[in-house]
């Protein structure tokens, strides 16, 4: 994970991007859950798109 020095010159762990990163990693279990298991493709299809698009957001953040 990326991380940045604080105040006390000590490293911290960006917040951000460890949550998001644990949210796609749900986001991937769900996709694979409701495409296998229930059979829904279409949803599915569009749930993995949206919320994997997370990362990019929170990377491009973390840019400025």
Known sequence: MNQKNNSNGL???N????KSY???LRIIRLYIHL????KEFVLS???LRSGTGIGA????GNSW
């Open 11 to 13: 490293m911290k762990q």
């Open 15 to 18: 917040i951000i991007q460890e």
């Open 22 to 24: 644990k949210f796609v």
């Open 35 to 38: 495409s296998k298991e229930k």
């Open 45 to 47: 299809k569009q749930i």
């Open 57 to 60: 957001i929170v990377q491009e």
